[in-house]
């Protein structure tokens, strides 16, 4: 499921920031944008939240601002000033220029000096960083379980809108019969005349088209599937297997009736069935 939760941590110096936002994926698969001076931290990070997230394209962004005064420093190359004063006192003996030299015109050169941020403690940063991630999982976490509900209600409208479709196939399936049997009958009359109908072999023929088209196994076997759909969706905690599988039973369910109904009209139901079950399916690769 999409989310986004941000959680912001202040100690002593160090200010720390976290954003996590995932988008929809069957999977947990997670990507991070982190100073490379913290790299340290990413694994924590990832192995925290794989714990807590089963499924979803996790992007994590972590911002540490150290405002201390000691948190940069620098550092004079020796090797390098001395080298560049004795060159200038050189030129003005050579060019007789006189030695003016002043240290206020040597700051320019930024050369004399390296820039070093210094490191910061390990263990203090991990922990700060950690507690800012706990409370931005919450809120993700919480926005998540929103988006959640919204997806088992509309999982619920789809399971009642197949139970119609099935009801509808189960009161048009002894139709079907009913019509084959007259059907059957009038087609005898047309190649016979007036000759008598044999009316215990069209019963035996009726009986064997409709033993052949019976989708009564079918249908009971798809409304257990539904309840058992709404059961899982009720119990919560990690559901998403589960119910691709139940989800994949009733599409076999489903093609079943499409394949021994022999008629046009549930026929049509069937292919209505068969839509909701889809958009069911895409709807459950969002749910953990």
Do not use: W
């Not at 996590?20 to 698969?29: A, D, G, P, Q």
């Amino acid at each position: 499921m999409t989310g986004f939760g941000r959680a912001k941590k202040i100690n002593g110096a160090y200010e720390v920031t976290v954003d996590i936002k995932s988008v929809n994926h069957r999977f947990f698969e997670y990507s991070s944008r982190i100073s490379r001076t913290y790299q340290y931290i990413d694994d924590k990070i990832k192995d925290f939240l794989k714990s807590k997230i089963v499924r979803g394209k996790i992007e994590v962004g972590v911002s540490i601002a150290d405002t201390s005064d000691n948190s940069i420093s620098l550092e004079l190359n020796n090797a390098y000033a001395s080298a560049y004063i004795s060159a200038m006192r050189e030129l003005g003996r050579k060019y007789k220029i006189k030695d003016d030299i002043r240290l206020s015109s040597l700051t320019g050169n930024n050369d004399f000096f390296t820039v070093k941020k210094n490191e910061a403690d390990e263990k203090f940063v991990t922990a700060l960083v950690l507690e800012a991630a706990e409370e931005a999982l919450a809120n993700f976490m919480a926005m998540r379980a929103s988006e959640g509900e919204k997806l088992v209600a509309d999982i619920e409208s789809r399971a009642d809108l197949i139970l119609e479709k099935v009801a509808i196939i189960e009161e048009r399936s002894p139709q079907t019969v009913s019509e084959y049997r007259s059907r059957l009958e009038n087609k005898i009359k047309e190649l016979l005349g007036d000759t008598t109908i044999d009316e215990q072999r069209v019963l035996t023929e009726t009986a064997i088209f409709a033993d052949k088209i019976a989708v009564d196994e079918e249908t009971v076997r798809l409304r257990s599937h539904i309840a058992s759909l709404r059961s899982c969706l009720k119990q919560g905690g990690d559901i998403g297997k589960r119910l691709d599988f139940i989800v994949q039973e009733m599409n076999r369910e489903t093609n079943t009736i499409g394949s021994k109904a022999q008629d046009i009209e549930i026929g049509k139901i069937v292919v209505d069935i068969k839509a909701e079950i889809e958009k069911i399916r895409e709807q459950i690769q969002n749910i953990e």
